[in-house]
């Protein structure tokens, strides 16, 4: 960050509770810090980092294993190939590159007992990662169920989840994670007639309209959690596409 960089220096201080024990994760995160204090020290704090925890969605655990799985070395050339065509001027420099992390509590990735190689996991991962369309999603799907056979359930939430993606990046949805008893959504701005609409629908949903931020209550009603209880992940992708295209009708600025 820009802390620091003036005559006055930055600090920062961690308080833990001392009559709880620290995980191990935790007590790494902390070694690390207190190991790593010089000038420019900041590049092996994020190698192990990546270590710790993985390599964020791209290879986190919650979607495609852990960066272990395919190699710090394999993951860096990944990287770098992705820089060289950036800078090679593949990518559109005119063309607004909107990013949208999505992050529901559902069990959505592709396991490598359904497609046993890691690096053709990665590639599908990245093309998934990709598309702007749903016909691209559509013909991933094609791709492994006509390789692999009948495609399981998270790897059904997979493909969901990336129309999802792809949905809301046309609509230029940067954020729209699960946060407790609400769904983040942002950056939005609804107008009178949608704030009210959400206030209707979502009932003890909150717009911060400063911050472009919209906060919509999930549903706590009996018979909901009962359903989603009985149906699991795909109760929840059903009523968070439902949201996304009751919200967001049209592409945002059209």
């Known amino acids: 960050g820009r802390v620091g960089r003036s ?12 009559d709880r024990a620290m995980s191990e994760v935790a007590l790494d995160r ?17 190698l192990k980092d990546l270590e710790i ?49 999505v992050e529901l509590p559902v069990t959505a990735h592709l396991s490598a007992e359904y497609v046993p190689s890691d690096r053709l996991r990665l590639d599908l991962y990245r093309r998934l990662a990709d598309t ?7 013909k991933i799907g094609e791709e492994l169920s006509d390789r692999f056979g009948v495609l399981p359930n998270e790897a059904e939430n997979l493909l969901r989840i990336a129309r999802l993606r792809t949905y809301l990046k046309e609509r230029k949805i940067q954020d729209f994670a699960v946060q407790g008893r609400y769904v983040k959504i942002a950056p939005l701005v609804p107008s ?14 909150i717009v ?9 209550a999930r549903p706590q009603t009996a018979a909901w959690v ?22 967001l009708e049209r592409p945002l600025g059209k």
């Open 7 to 18: 005559r006055e220096r930055a600090y920062a201080y961690f308080f833990y509770p001392i």
């Open 30 to 46: 902390l070694s690390t810090i207190a190991q790593n204090t010089e000038l420019g020290a900041g590049m092996r704090v994020a």
């Open 53 to 101: 925890r993985g390599a964020g969605n791209l290879l986190g655990g919650e979607q495609s294993g852990h960066i272990a799985d395919v190699g710090f070395d394999l993951y860096m050339r990944m990287v770098g190939d992705a820089v060289n065509e950036y800078k090679a001027g593949f990518i559109d420099q005119g063309q607004e590159l909107v990013d949208c992390k």
């Open 132 to 138: 702007k369309d749903e016909d691209e999603i559509t």
């Open 192 to 205: 009178e007639s949608l704030e009210l609409k959400i206030k209707r629908l979502y009932p003890g949903s």
């Open 208 to 216: 911060k309209s400063v911050t472009q931020v919209v906060m919509i």
């Open 226 to 247: 009962s359903e989603a209880q009985e149906i699991g992940d795909t109760s929840l992708i059903d009523w968070a596409v439902e949201l996304a295209k009751t919200l």
